[in-house]
């Protein structure tokens, strides 16, 4: 799968998420096994890092759908701003989200990580949730 196939696919409406709006985990599977196909062949670098909003579930009684969606697409959205254009980003549903840093050792991914946890960390704050981090580089 090529660059702009990739793109194609992230733009189809049955492979976006309906809360975020982002890709969604059809997405994800089609670009994971494409670029393990790549790291397979060439041996470039790359982490996987996946994102999970914790204590969502508590803000849904407290503050209602309407806000814990609003929370999601907030953080999808940091999310998105915070990852580079050859970097794939995926809402996989219920506060959880995947990214696959292209060219990205383990060290720059733990760099990226703590840049990134710091942000969710205040943009969650006030709702009483939290983001758990989880990542992984083949090797």
Not at 49 to 75: M, N, Q, S
Not at 91 to 111: K, P
Request: hydrophobic share 45%.
């Amino acid at each position: 799968m090529g660059s702009s196939e990739a793109i194609a696919l992230e733009q189809a409406a049955p492979f976006r998420n309906a809360t975020t709006g982002l890709p969604a985990g059809a997405f994800w599977e089609a670009i994971l096994a494409t670029e393990s196909a790549r790291h397979a062949r060439y041996g470039r670098a790359a982490t996987v890092v996946l994102v999970d909003i914790v204590g969502l579930e508590r803000v849904v009684p407290i503050w209602g759908l309407a806000v814990a969606a609003a929370l999601e697409d907030d953080l999808g959205r940091l999310l998105a701003a915070t990852k580079r254009a050859s970097d794939y980003l995926a809402s996989l549903g219920d506060g959880r989200f995947a990214l696959l840093l292209t060219d990205t050792d383990e060290v720059q991914a733990i760099n990226y990580v703590e840049r990134t946890r710091e942000r969710c960390a205040d943009k969650l704050k006030r709702s009483g949730a939290d983001c758990a981090f989880g990542w992984a580089s083949p090797g």
